[in-house]
């Protein structure tokens, strides 16, 4: 079957860095996505992994173990604004480019 | 450009009426896309197209149909609407190149009574 784990909610506070888990298990992998969602509005685009290791951009970062099936995003310098819903998703085999996404890891920044 | 448009941004329908849900990309995107979202939950494939007069089913198409007549256009049609299907839906649409995002349009919220 296909399935991707990922933390219901966090909190963390205004300033620190938080680490959002996502481990799958899904027929064929081609990349990993994470996307951000703000209450009410459409999923963002933040990072993608292909390849083993550390993608970093900016404030964020995302670490991808093929062997393991875990991915985790990092959140640095944390701002109110990142108070939002974190979704992970998986391109499965195929030529298809079809993604399969988490329940998502709703974000609390606290002051 | 104006990326992916969805219309109508909300909508109320009675059970058993039908309507079509509108997505519009200019981006010369061949792959698109339709998710529904529940209260708290991730995005559920309802179907997708790879480029015009292709469609084929998601996760959960039971109750909708889709078209796709031209490379920017791909409607979403709900037959005999259900208080199950009330949820919102997303379209999306990318192409197929390796480093792919998928680009979405900011959605339909839709409630069926």
């Known amino acids: 079957g296909q399935n991707i784990d990922q933390p219901t909610e966090m909190t963390a506070t205004e300033g620190a860095i938080v680490q959002i888990n996502c481990t799958y298990q899904?027929?064929?992998?081609?990349?990993l996505f994470w996307y951000q969602q703000h209450a009410g509005e459409a999923p963002t685009f933040l990072s993608y992994n292909v390849l083993d290791g550390l993608e970093e951009k900016g404030r964020f970062s995302s670490f991808l173990s093929r062997s393991k099936g875990y991915s985790y995003l990092l959140l640095k310098e944390l701002q109110m604004k990142d108070s939002a819903s974190y979704l992970c998703?998986?391109?499965?085999?195929?030529?298809?480019?079809?993604?399969?996404f988490g329940t998502g890891t709703l974000l609390a920044v606290q002051p | 450009n104006a990326g992916v448009t969805q219309t109508p941004k909300f909508r109320i329908l009675k059970i058993g009426q039908s309507m079509t849900l509108q997505c519009t990309q200019d981006?010369?995107?061949?792959?698109m896309y339709w998710y529904r979202q529940d209260p708290g939950m991730g995005l559920k494939l309802i179907y997708y197209?790879?480029?015009?007069?292709?469609?084929d089913k998601g996760e959960v198409p039971n109750g909708y149909n889709v078209s796709r007549s031209t490379t920017e256009d791909f409607p979403l049609r709900l037959e005999l609407a259900a208080p199950s299907q009330t949820s919102v839906y997303f379209c999306a649409s990318n192409t197929p190149s390796s480093y792919n995002e998928q680009f979405f349009g900011p959605g339909t919220r839709l409630t069926v009574l």
């Open positions: 981006m010369n995107h061949n792959y």
């Open positions: 998703a998986v391109r499965g085999g195929g030529a298809t480019n079809k993604l399969i």
């Open positions: 197209s790879v480029g015009a007069g292709i469609t």
């Open positions: 899904t027929s064929g992998f081609n990349g």
